[in-house]
């Protein structure tokens, strides 16, 4: 009995090996998204999810070259025929796939997340997030964040609004 114990505890102490994670180009449907270069913020969800310690995410210039190699763009891998090709080529455990939706200045403060109106006022952004898992036909997980920023308009508050969707995703995938 002792024995098992003893193999219980070394078992919990030791470190959970690493997910690897390749964040690919994201895919911007947003109004305004080109002031703050939206396609390209898989660059800070990458580095937002090194710092858990949780993950060894694939360089960006990697998963971008990958892409590219493959001929695909940022939309087609939310299919996952494609998303599979990605990740099995970059040899990564998850591919993260992503959407904006809104990141869009709005004309209103009431901080709803209406409709983007023009004519400033607040900023919003929405992130839509796909996992992409191996052996996977179907997304392991799919969400949508979102985040308001009354009052700070242009690419200041999209910029704000955009971090604050990305931290909420790495929260998220952080508890997979």
Known sequence: ?????????????????LRTVAVAPFWDLSADGIQVDAE???RDLSRL???TGRFHVVPVDRVSGAVRSLG???SQLFHSARAREVRELLGADWLVVGRW????STAHGDGELDLPRRGGGGAVAVLEVWVWERGASRPRYEATFD????????????????????RKAVAALARL
Do not use: K
Not at 1 to 17: D, E, H, I, T, Y
Not at 101 to 104: C, K, S, W
Not at 147 to 166: H, I
């Open 147 to 166: 985040a308001f920023r009354p009052a700070v308009s242009g690419a200041l508050g999209l910029r704000e609004a955009a971090q604050e969707v990305l």
């Open 101 to 104: 939706t809104h990141l869009d």
């Open 72 to 74: 695909y763009f940022p």
């Open 1 to 17: 009995m002792a024995a098992v114990a003893a193999l219980a505890a070394v078992a919990l102490a030791q470190p959970q090996a």
């Open 40 to 42: 390209h913020m898989n």
């Open 49 to 51: 999810l090194e710092r």
